[in-house]
């Protein structure tokens, strides 16, 4: 640089990942209340670069394709970086849960930015889908199927980023241990740089449910002007028949047997049902896991 001048440090990003309704833009929203983060929500202009453009240009032969799909992905930084230098903050928290399909494309371009990754299982993800689709939430998927392939999608590259910045979080731990969890978490992301020490633990009592559903239990209950942590249930098992698991096993089951052989203590099973209901050619109640199938 001229003059021996020394570039001003830019913005680090934190992205907060994860399949849709895997608690993303809950730990998301509690991570980006330092005052030292801009909490950018579902930014969206990541996703855009590095997944929507490129998935639409396709593979058109316009001499600048590739230029302009690089510059594009310059202009995501760009912008949120600009954003939180006019904000006074020195992070930016992105909790766009679909960046996870590009993450490591986005940890080469960004070698200093840091990822949490939200895994759950695919028995309470696969619920709140339906819950968003029928809220009006298209993506979520159209059948018990498209809504496994949702999950089974968001995972396929979470082993594409880098293990020295990423932390990943359990959604079942998160709903069993909440204050364990978070301080665990907290403990690990500050070692790596992140502002933690000023979080707001009112951002835990908030529900995200989709709006037809009405709010849902949260981990944070406001008691006497004070946010208290309660466990609550990762998922419904009272609402996972047999039918249910009939029809997403054959879409989730490879995803889900890497993420047990991935992350054996982040990817974690809730207890499955002791009965589940089925239908068709098996009437009656059975053993809910009598293949291992959980």
């Not at 950018?40 to 855009?48: A, D, P, V």
């Not at 241990?177 to 907290?186: F, K, M, R, V, Y």
């Not at 707001?200 to 002007?225: K, N, Q, Y």
């Amino acid at each position: 640089m001229a003059g021996g001048e020394v570039a001003e440090p830019r913005p680090r990003a934190l992205f907060v990942l994860g399949a849709p309704r895997s608690g993303t833009t809950l730990i998301g929203n509690y991570l980006a209340s330092s005052e030292r983060i801009l909490n950018l929500r579902e930014y969206g202009g990541f996703h855009l670069a590095y997944n929507l453009a490129p998935a639409s240009l396709g593979a058109m032969p316009g001499t600048f394709r590739d230029a302009y799909l690089a510059d594009l992905r310059t202009h995501a930084a760009w912008f949120a970086e600009g954003l939180s230098e006019t904000a006074g903050a020195d992070w930016y928290c992105d909790s766009t849960p679909f960046n996870l399909a590009a993450a490591g494309a986005i940890a080469e371009d960004l070698p200093d930015a840091v990822f949490v990754v939200m895994l759950r299982h695919y028995s309470g993800c696969i619920q709140s889908l339906r819950r968003s689709y029928a809220s009006g939430f298209t993506w979520a998927g159209r059948t018990w199927a498209e809504s496994a392939e949702v999950w089974a999608a968001s995972y396929r590259a979470v082993g594409g980023l880098p293990p020295g910045r990423t932390v990943m979080a359990s959604y079942e731990a998160l709903a069993e241990d909440p204050e364990g969890t978070l301080a665990a978490l907290c403990d690990t992301l500050g070692s790596m740089g992140v502002p933690v020490s000023d979080l707001d633990p009112g951002e835990l009592a908030v529900s995200h449910a989709p709006p037809s559903t009405g709010p849902r239990p949260t981990i944070g209950v406001l008691e006497d002007g004070e946010v208290k942590l309660h466990p609550i249930p990762s998922y419904e098992p009272s609402h996972w028949s047999g039918d249910i698991h009939r029809m997403v096993w054959p879409v989730v089951e490879g995803v889900h047997r890497d993420l047990l052989e991935l992350f054996p203590g982040a990817y974690r099973c809730p207890p499955p049902p002791n009965r589940m209901w089925v239908h068709d050619d098996i009437e009656g109640l059975v053993d809910a896991d009598p293949a291992g199938q959980w």
